[in-house]
């Protein structure tokens, strides 16, 4: 009897934020005939690529109980220097890439050391990061929009990891694969290995992780390795969907990944989450942020939409949390 | 019973200003069951934490199966198959019940943590101890009676040889208490040496070989279960001189008003159905032993936690009382077992902290009058002889004693006409402990009425007028200081078999 | 232990030790600058300088009471520029008076406050979280509102008379006003009930609960008097600088918050300090100049200012290490 009743509940989250994935998709279908283009399909896709990975990589931070508020710069930062290497020097796309996701690491661990070694609070460690890799960024980029080789260029394969195009000019977001396998791999990784579950234990009861023996400083840095090697990532799918990259900007990329991830399921607080339920919560995100301008409303609106709905899913947390704890 | 498995011989160990453990010698055979009982403050706890590692001693030798030995943390007295099951729990809630018992030793698979044999393993040991708990259930779903049992299986996991139990069911069922009874007769079938730190007599009775009494960080003696009654037992408990001397008479007037009345006061399972009166100018001593629910119950009384139902009456008013606010409006106040905590803002002076309660009285216009301020904080670190250099003295630099006296302050600055003092003089030197008795006295006698919860029996007997026993929850009686010995009090604070 | 001693000297515990120390480093970064930068002493410079830490000081004021209570509030840039673009489309494209557009920009800024503050204090929403989230929120009502276009608020001579609370001539009028309102937060932190509560409850949040206080009342005042004074601040920051663009405003927060831990405000709450914090919005006014002057482009001093906030709290933290 039991036995039964866990995985159903791992899994009600997900089901209801898949719900509400179809619902907002027939909503937009219902409201506006433009949006019921295959086109439409492609533009969800492209947005939803680098908030995907992004939302897989923050989600480890968020559950031990911390927060990550660099990627969104980061991947900025990283893109723009894997792709002036390609640009100005001449660099193999290849090679570049291996350099964004060098450097994707090295931020992340360095975030890991500031909050898991010397104990600065979270949102301020990294808050102070994401300013240094906006600063490195359009430093590494002499402060110009910089291109990742476009489609007929050389070394432009790697956009077609995301968009193939066939010989009859359709177009494939093969991307969607790629980002749901590593999603799946990442699930693997936090409900089944070492570094996943310490992840878990440190955001749930940090004290009682240490008395077991546990190296929780090693494993706080991890989880902040893993997500800035998942912006890193991102940074190559955001290159690989847009045509230029400008220093400056990615400010406000974090929201839709944390808040993605949040929506999926990941608590606020640490101690828990689902990386399949961050998926399916980023798409929320995405289809909020495509959809709202069929239906009349300015680009912007989705800023606003996406921070109420953040604080929105967070309420019910809440709300649920307390609820529980009167049982 | 077996040979001897774990002597500990003239155990010596001082804190600071206290000497927690004087010359104790303790000893556990194979397949015994052996009690450590004693009052509150008697040293089982520490000398426990000695034998775990947790404190170093600071002289005396523990001699473990035939070998001196001598563990640094807990996690070699552990690997030594020395475990403790500890009576606040440190499970991670959110991971499973395997998960956790296997928590820093995980089974692996390559890179895989393999789940499926942890649940084996786990199902195995609980099996072993007769539980019937599923290991892929989250933890934090288990009622607190399962969890404790998973933490006896994790403790069983280090192939233990002595588990020391430290108040196990405080917070377990009477059903639950059945499930443990019989896994520690399992466990003495196995020749394990088992340790049990309880209050409850009856269970003493029930579970175990041998019972050792502390008292005063003193060894007092070995009785063999069988061959001895209750009352041996709570004799040697208390059966300590009385230096101070007990109250013999209520000093309160026959016909003093009664200014506090609760009612069926309910709040969770520490507070089932407290009923009570407090008279104008008297100390009502709250006894009991720990986990009691005084502190629960005077919490609830005061707004600090969520209450379920029950009446409360000031001065023969119905109040509502939903938040300390609430509370302090109506004339009561709290001073906290826990000061640093709960009482004192430690970074603020002593000025400070004396008119938080009371600071819209210290105002002028906008601002607060620091220069009044300052004049009733001297005239109470005057009138209560609190030492300090200047009330401009941030209060984490006084000591114990003295931190006390700003929190009394703090009240009496508001001019609360109820005063509930939590453990009044826990953690304070003798000294400052008599000023402060003499400080409740005279509170007292100026009308104030107090409610004085404590777990120290000569502060009871000396302090109280009337004294309220509870135990588990409940009120179990109520004694008129002229009534009160603490054999009746010890027979009303611990449970007897129905 | 001299250290120990020079403490105890009665003028430097008045003036606090931490602070003259602050004033120490502002003065010899000038010095310094001034010694290795061609033409950086003089009037010019100085007025770059007081007109950076003029917005960037109210910023830290504000987000200094905040702090207190052992919150954070990162919105602060953001909300500041919605203030400006919100007020200052009512202006120029409303023909909203320029004191009503005044008045707009400060009661925009304590609706955001009031806004963080309710979900802080009476939903115990994670406050880096309500960042986060107003944060986006004031880009995007921002750039709603302005049609994604950015305002200019106009000049002296064209009915731009708020100017005049920046500078006159060549007086800074600006400068009085900031130390005034410094004076009037000094006042509010350390002699009111407000300001007595908010420390206390950021350095121990249940006993003051238990002492009978509402504690959520004062809490969530907090965060509308850093809301407020980002409403003021937007007035200086286009007082200075005239245009705004929809969609920015995020570096100012990371400044703001230097400037605050810098001057001695713990993040821990419960320990804070306006002189402080005004000593360290100067050098970081200063820094951000110097660094333009030193030939650096802006991206060095988003670094800079990052280094040296993580430095800040690693001392803040380490010195909490120490004492337990």
Known sequence: MEKKKVPAKIFKQEVIVFLVVIALLIFFCVASPDFRKYTTILTIMDYSYYIVLMAIGVAFPLIT?????????????????????????????????????????????????????????????????????????????????????????????????????????????????????????????????????????????KEAAILSGINVKFYHIMAYTISGLFAALASIAYSAVFKTVLPGTGAGFELEAIGGAIIGGVSATGGAGSIIGTFIGVFVICLLKTGLPFIGLQANWQQIVTGLVLIGSVMVDIIKKKREAKK | MGEVILEMKKIDKSFPGVHALNNVDFEVKRGEVHALMGENGAGKSTLMKVLTGIYTKDSGTIIYEGKEVEFHSTREAQDAGIVIVHQELNMVGHLTVAQNIFIGREFKKGIR???????????????????????????????????????????????????????????????????????????????????????????????????????????????????????????????????????????????APVVLKVEHLNAGRMVQDISFELHKGEILGFSGLMGAGRTETARAIFGADPKESGEIYVNGQPVTINSPEDAVRAGIGYLSEDRKRFGIVVQKTVAENTTMADLPNYMKGLFIDKKKEREVAKKFVDSLATKTPSVDQMVINLSGGNQQKVVIAKWLCKNCDILIFDEPTRGIDVGAKNEIYKLMNKLASEGKSIIMISSEMTEILRMSDRVVVMCEGRKTGELMIEDTTQEKIMNLATRDIN | MNLKKIKEIPIVKKLGFNRIVLTGVLVLMYVVLSLIVDKFAGMPRIMSALNYAYFLGFLSLGVTFVIATGGIDFSIGPVMFCCALVSGYCLTSHGVPMLLSLIISVIVGLIFGMFNGYLVAY?????????????????????????????????????????????????????????????????????????????????????????????????????????????????????????????????????????????????????????????????????????????????????????????????DVMARRRKN
Not at chain 1, 126 to 155: F, V
Not at chain 2, 190 to 201: C, D, F, L, T
Not at chain 3, 249 to 269: H, K, L, P, R
Request: aromatic fraction near 8%; charged fraction near 15%.
């Open chain 2, 113 to 255: 943590i393999d789940d499926k044999k942890m649940n084996e393993e786990a199902k195995k040991l609980f099996d072993r101890l007769n539980i019937d708990i599923d290991p892929t259930m989250t933890m934090s779903d288990l009622t607190v009676g399962k969890q404790q049992m998973c933490e006896i299986a994790k403790a069983i996991s280090h192939d233990a040889k002595v588990i020391v139990f430290d108040e196990p069911s405080a917070a377990l069922t009477e059903a639950e208490i059945e499930d443990l009874f019989k896994i520690i007769r399992d466990l003495r079938e196995q020749q394990m040496g088992i340790v049990y730190i309880s209050h409850r007599m009856d269970e003493i009775k029930v579970i175990t070989d041998r019972v050792t009494v502390m008292r005063d960080g003193c060894y007092v003696g070995t009785l063999i279960t069988e061959e001895s009654t209750k009352d041996d037992i709570v004799n040697m408990m208390v059966g300590r001189v009385i230096y101070e001397e007990p109250k013999t008479q209520s000093q309160v007037a026959k016909d």
């Open chain 1, 65 to 205: 109980g911390g927060v990550d508020l660099s990627i969104g710069t980061g991947l900025v930062c990283y893109s723009l220097a894997g792709g002036y290497l390609i640009m100005f020097k001449g660099w193999p796309t290849g090679l570049a890439m291996i350099v964004s996701i060098l450097f994707g690491l090295a931020i992340g661990t360095l975030n890991g050391i500031l909050i898991g070694v010397m104990d600065l609070p979270p949102f301020l460690g990294t808050l102070c990061t994401c300013m240094i890799t906006r600063g490195l960024g359009s430093i590494c980029s002499k402060n110009t929009g910089i291109s990742w080789p476009t489609t007929g260029q050389p070394g432009s394969w790697f956009r077609s990891i995301f968009k193939y195009e066939t010989a009859g000019g359709t177009k494939i977001p093969l991307g969607f694969l790629w980002v749901l396998l590593l999603a799946i791999i990442m699930h693997f990784v936090l409900n089944h290995t070492k570094i996943g579950r310490y992840t878990i234990a440190i955001g749930s009861n």
């Open chain 3, 123 to 315: 939903w115990k929403v994670p406050p880096f979280i309500v960042s986060m989230a107003s944060m986006n929120i004031a880009k995007g009502v921002a750039s709603v509102f302005t049609k994604t276009q950015s305002v200019s608020w106009p000049q002296a001579a064209k009915g731009g008379w708020f100017r005049s609370l920046v500078k006159v001539g060549k007086f800074p009028v600006g400068i009085v006003v900031f130390f005034a309102i410094a004076i009037v937060c000094s006042i509010v932190l350390n002699h009111t009930k407000a300001g007595r509560y908010i420390l206390s409850l950021g350095s121990n949040r249940e006993a003051v609960r238990l002492s009978g206080v509402d504690i959520k009342k004062w809490e969530m005042l907090a965060y509308v008097i850093c809301g407020t004074l980002a409403g003021i601040a937007a007035i200086y920051f286009v007082g200075a600088y005239t245009t705004v663009q929809p969609g920015y405003g995020d570096q100012y927060n990371n400044e703001a918050i230097a400037g605050c831990v810098m001057g001695g405000t713990s993040m821990a709450g419960g320990l804070a300090s306006i002189g402080g914090t005004v000593i360290g919005v100067f050098i970081i006014a200063l820094l951000q100049e110097g660094i333009l002057a030193l030939g650096f482009t802006k991206d060095y001093q988003l670094i800079i200012t990052g280094l040296i906030v993580i430095v800040a709290v690693y001392a």
